[in-house]
């Protein structure tokens, strides 16, 4: 297993840990409560990628930043994968599409199904920005960020909605 490098902070949507292998983000953990190896300010292997991703989610929480600048590398995903999560990353701050729309910007129509699954296995969320993708009627359709719950849990759809108000207030 390849070393790995973290750094714990607390935010307005819970606790975030953004993890890498040391050149490049490969996931970032979140959750609602404070992970049981417990955030004590006690000394955590941090890099400079995990420091930077920090400081990066947090300018864009306090409304300062639109687009993340990192070395990323998610965990676990293929070439296809990545792929889907290059096209993700292309959505426009403040904005939202549908699966629909966004299987179409990958070039795959009749795919909104598998547009729904690269939201559900995304890695590394609000970088890669699963939030911004709706349902065509405009409603949240599910969201797993934030919580190990189900993506339908009115808290997660809840931490959807809040991205979502956040960027439109800060266009």
């Not at 975030?16 to 955590?44: K, V």
């Not at 904005?95 to 129509?109: C, E, I, L, N």
């Not at 349902?135 to 719950?149: I, K």
Request: glycine share 10%.
């Amino acid at each position: 297993m390849t070393e790995q490098f973290y750094i714990t902070f607390h935010t307005p949507l819970g606790w975030m840990r953004p993890i890498s292998d040391g050149t490049s983000l490969i996931r970032l953990d979140w959750q609602q409560s404070p992970w049981r190896n417990g955030y004590d300010g006690a000394q955590e292997p941090i890099d400079h990628v995990s420091r930077e991703t920090k400081q990066q989610i947090l300018d864009y929480l306090a409304g300062t930043r639109t687009s993340f600048d990192l070395p990323l590398a998610p965990e676990g995903k293929s070439k296809s994968g990545c792929d889907w999560l290059s096209i993700m990353a292309q959505i426009p701050y403040g904005t939202t599409v549908s699966y629909k729309q966004f299987a179409a910007m990958a070039d795959k129509p009749n795919a909104p199904r598998a547009a729904g699954s690269a939201c559900a296995r995304n890695p590394i969320p609000i970088i890669y920005p699963c939030h911004r993708v709706v349902r065509s009627d405009g409603s949240l359709g599910n969201y797993g960020g934030g919580d190990m719950s189900s993506p339908k849990d009115p808290e997660n759809l809840g931490r959807k909605d809040w991205l979502i108000k956040h960027e439109h207030g800060h266009r």
